[in-house]
């Protein structure tokens, strides 16, 4: 906690009083004479030259000209070039092609096309399954880990260690437990618990591949939802809980009225975050399966790649790139708009 | 909403525990949830430490003879200490690069109101919704190209790697420090300013030594995000310049998947990341929290 009157003695006199903001959903306005310092005009730094702001972003504005956004002007102008193969080292040679680039990745009557689609059905179900699994159980764990208990802090640190492991580390590990013959999964499922009538499913190749690959992704995503949800608890205020308990309410009714409300901010971040990282994860089918993905596990970003580096169709590849971002932008809008129309609704 | 009535100080909540049915599932959840985490961790330990024959024959949960040769091993089948010193090389150069850079772009963003602070925070915080694959292609044609116009060797160089990590982990670091100092009273930069401090003085001698958890955390996660990073060291990198996300999977292209070594190689990598990560997750919760405020 800040407190807003740190050094008084060295201050000028009357100078400077008050932090510029209060704590937002802190515990009502904590003291404190609030009249005074409620107008007071903003101080701006007035010894450095207007510049000196633009000098300090500087650098991450180059960096993200030059990685993100130059890149993503080019890709916009490749995805409208006959980018193959023959023009990759010398690029300004390539023809137009107008929209052709586009008719061939949306004629979902050609193979291509028809690739694209079930790539991107694929990640649509990957993703909403995923993002539900991370989120619940990164709530349940989170809730249920507020009250300190013995172990508690082992716990935690136990559910983050496969977010804290490198993406290949943790896919691989996984990679090894899902093969057919000397893997773990199957040696539970099939020779400890009998489950499956002594057959051994195959798990990389095939349509089990869906389940492997939401399996790990789940594994890797719900400790952040964990980390993210154990933060956002710590600003519900305690004394909303107090309140609650002498009016007699029991957890799980604190849970619903209190908890949970109180994390919908969090939430209208954290879902939107785990949505975008799993529609966009290259990382774990790419580990998971090598350069040729089953179709139960091809993720579009993944399906891009391969369709660019094995046919060195730079110009298909980079149109596909630019439809999966105008949906991305649709999506985010769209909930953007959805999540804050409903907040102020209810405000 | 319930009234938030301050309790008068005798009647604060009794230390009640809460009901069994809590209790119970809290217990059932959080062992379901420890066994998913904890198995594969266990499984990629212990077959770290298996011969190789145990690994290509069915799945036991213990070593038939615990061995350490895999660990030994693990070096000569793939260059690994190579790969290794690579990603320190990337790794730590991209973090360095990405904590100074976004000290001062959050030190710019949370004290002065500038024409196109807007603009930056939003595009800045965009670029991270989209997806790596639309960069990789342009990004990889313009390395290749500018190479075959200036002679600069890009592609497949460190430097360019660097530089493509640290703006990963640059907008995400930003938003969470301009969140902590905005924390941070103002005062205190003031009082930095009477005693003769430039801006840049007050930043380095105030702001930073009091926004050190946030520095702390963001560092972990630039360190993480470089170290972990698949897709563009993918292409962008060479025999000489691969890292360890590409080069690990190199067990597995010979004839034979040598499984305990690649859990050995594994385990080893992911040590140093988790250590550091479980170590300083406290920052990065209290960051978290302090940027979640703005």
């Known amino acids: 906690m800040t407190s807003a009157n740190v050094s008084p003695g060295t201050t000028r006199a009357g100078g400077a009083a008050g932090g510029r903001r209060g704590r937002p959903g802190g515990p009502g306005a904590a ?103 991370s989120w619940l159980l990164g709530t349940a764990a989170a809730i249920l880990m507020q009250e300190r208990f013995r172990g508690r802090g082992l716990l935690r640190a136990a559910f983050l260690v496969p977010y804290a492991l490198p993406v290949y580390a943790a896919v691989m590990t996984w990679g090894f437990l899902f093969q057919r013959d000397t893997g773990m999964v199957d040696h539970v499922l099939v020779d400890q618990l009998h489950l499956t009538g002594g057959d051994r499913p195959f798990w990389l190749i095939g349509g089990n591949s869906f389940w492997a690959l939401l399996t790990v992704i789940v594994w890797r995503s719900w400790p952040f939802a964990f980390l993210v949800l154990m933060a956002g608890l710590q600003n519900v205020p305690r004394d909303l809980y107090e309140a609650s308990a002498l009016d007699g309410a029991g957890v799980w009714r604190q849970i619903r009225h209190i908890t949970l409300p109180a994390l919908r901010p969090v939430n209208q971040v954290l879902v939107l975050v785990l949505f975008l990282w799993t529609f966009n994860d290259f990382n774990t089918p790419f580990v998971l399966f090598g350069k040729a993905a089953p179709d139960g596990g091809d993720l579009v970003s993944l399906h891009i790649y391969q369709t660019s580096f094995i046919t060195w169709n730079f110009g298909a590849g980079s149109a596909m790139s630019v439809l999966l971002l105008l949906f991305l932008l649709l999506v985010t809008a769209v909930y953007l708009i959805a999540t804050s129309r409903r907040r102020t609704a209810r405000a | 909403m319930p009234e938030t009535a301050a309790p008068a100080a005798g009647r604060r909540r009794a230390p009640t525990d809460p009901p069994a049915s809590f209790r119970w599932t809290r217990r059932i959840v959080l062992t379901f949830l420890a066994v998913f985490t904890l198995v594969p961790v266990y499984a990629m330990i212990s077959s770290s430490l298996k ?36 990603s320190v090389i990337v790794a730590v150069g991209a973090t ?36 790596g694959i639309l960069f990789l292609l342009p990004l990889f044609l313009i390395f290749v190209n500018v190479g075959n116009a200036t002679g600069i060797a890009l592609y497949g160089s460190r430097g360019a790697l660097i530089l493509t990590y640290l703006t990963f982990s640059l907008p995400f670091s930003i938003w969470m420090l301009a969140g902590y100092f905005e924390s941070i009273p103002r005062e205190l930069d003031e009082a930095a300013r009477v005693d003769g401090c430039g801006p840049v003085g007050a930043l380095l001698r105030v702001i930073v030594p009091a926004s050190l958890p946030g520095i702390v955390a963001v560092t972990v996660y630039a360190f993480m995000t470089a170290w972990g990073e698949v897709l563009f060291a993918s292409v962008m990198t060479n025999d000489q310049t691969r890292t360890l996300s590409i080069g690990l999977q190199g067990y597995s292209t010979q004839h034979e998947v040598y499984w305990n070594q690649v859990m050995a190689a594994s385990l080893v990598v992911s040590v140093p990341v988790v250590a550091g990560f479980l170590l300083l997750q406290r920052f990065l919760v209290t960051g978290l929290t302090a940027g979640a405020v703005k």
């Open chain 1, 31 to 133: 003291g404190g004479a609030p009249t005074a310092r409620a107008r007071r005009p903003r101080r701006r730094l007035r010894l450095p030259p207007r510049l000196l702001p633009y000098l300090l972003l500087a650098p991450a504005v180059v960096a993200e000209l030059v990685v993100h956004v130059v890149p993503i002007a080019v890709g916009v102008w490749m995805s409208f070039r006959d980018l193959t193969l023959f023009y990759i080292r010398d690029w300004a040679k390539a023809p137009g092609k107008g929209l052709g680039n586009y008719r061939i990745a949306v004629d979902f009557d050609a193979a291509i096309g028809k690739d694209l689609l079930g790539s991107f059905l694929v990640t649509v179900g990957v993703t909403v399954l995923a993002v539900g699994l």
């Open chain 2, 51 to 86: 011969p190789l024959k145990d690994v290509q024959g069915a799945f036991h949960w213990l070593p038939s003879e615990p061995t350490l040769r895999p660990y030994v091993d693990m070096w000569s089948t793939v260059p690994l200490a190579r790969y290794f010193a690579n």
């Open chain 2, 96 to 131: 360095a690069a990405s904590v100074v850079i976004a000290i001062g772009a959050a030190y710019a963003v949370s004290r002065y109101r500038f024409a196109g602070r807007r603009v930056f925070t939003v595009t800045v915080l965009s670029t991270q919704m989209f997806p």
